[in-house]
């Protein structure tokens, strides 16, 4: 049964009427800057918004700067058109927060039985986890996709390598059409509890950060401010995709930071109890129900299809 995801976050914003607008746990690495980015993939509102401390009482404003979010709770509201003092002209904002839901990522048998598929050739790449950290025993190594094979249909790259990224906020979702996920460039090592954490969108990969791991849920001490080591591939052609990389960073804010964060589904092996409405009559119960038919199709996708070259280079357009 689908449950809500427990609350992790020590950092909250809501409006005027104390509504939940977004979220995420400070490990002290977050600037004003990066949280204002992505408040803006996040919301949805024509307004102008500032950021106050606490209550729409409060005077002390934030702006985009270095200065790390400071744990605590935060609300969001619209200037008024009077001089200051700010308090006194502070009004309601009338903001909606996006209608895009987190991409669902495959259930973890369906998960394991693809991972598997490519551990090889992303060992031989990578021969070590990509998320650097205390050794870890060569077995407990699996492949990890960057872009989720639950929808193998979704988005198309063409060969190319990666180019250096400038400063830029989170991009949009990608959205076309005709793929193949088996790719080395769609791949990274990661020890067993990460490939979880990753698959469930608690931790990204900023690659216009300097590639620097960020974590929206509390439990992430040991990775938070690291780095993705890049620096054993030399070939550009089949190392881990920057637009792929940002898609999952923007997953991880659709599901963890926008709003009170969305509902957890695992639905495990067995038989689905589709008789509560109140879950599978909405439209992300059935997106969700659609992926996980479809994964439990999945074995005999893979068969018809035939194997898929794991070292086919690829690359977004």
Known sequence: MPSRILDQRNVAVGDYYGNVLAGFHQYGSVSWKTFFSWLVVLLDTADPWIVIKGDRLSSEQYF????????GRYTLLTPGRQPPPASTHLTPLRVKLTPVHARGRQSIPARARHASLNLNSTKVRDRKC????????????????????????????????????????????LSTAGSR??????????????????????????????????????GHDSIVGRDLQLDHISDPTVGPLDQ??????LQGLLKHVKGRGERHWDFGAGAL???DMDV??????KERLEVELENRLSEHRLKQEGPVPSGLPVSVR
């Open 181 to 218: 996920c088996g790719s080395l460039q769609n791949m990274l090592l990661l020890r067993g509890d990460l490939h979880d954490a990753w698959a469930e969108y608690e931790f990204g990969i900023d690659p216009d950060d300097g590639y620097r791991i960020t974590a929206f849920v509390a």
């Open 64 to 71: 985009p700067s270095s200065a790390l979010v400071m744990p």
């Open 273 to 275: 109890d589709l008789s």
């Open 130 to 173: 990509m998320i650097p950290g205390e050794g870890i025993s060569w077995c407990k190594l699996q492949s990890a996709h960057l872009f989720s094979g639950a929808h193998p249909t979704e988005v198309r790259w063409k060969p190319k390598g990666r180019p250096a990224s400038p400063a830029a906020p989170v991009r949009p979702a």
């Open 244 to 249: 792929l990389l940002r898609d999952h960073f």
């Open 280 to 285: 599978w009559g909405t439209e992300e119960g």
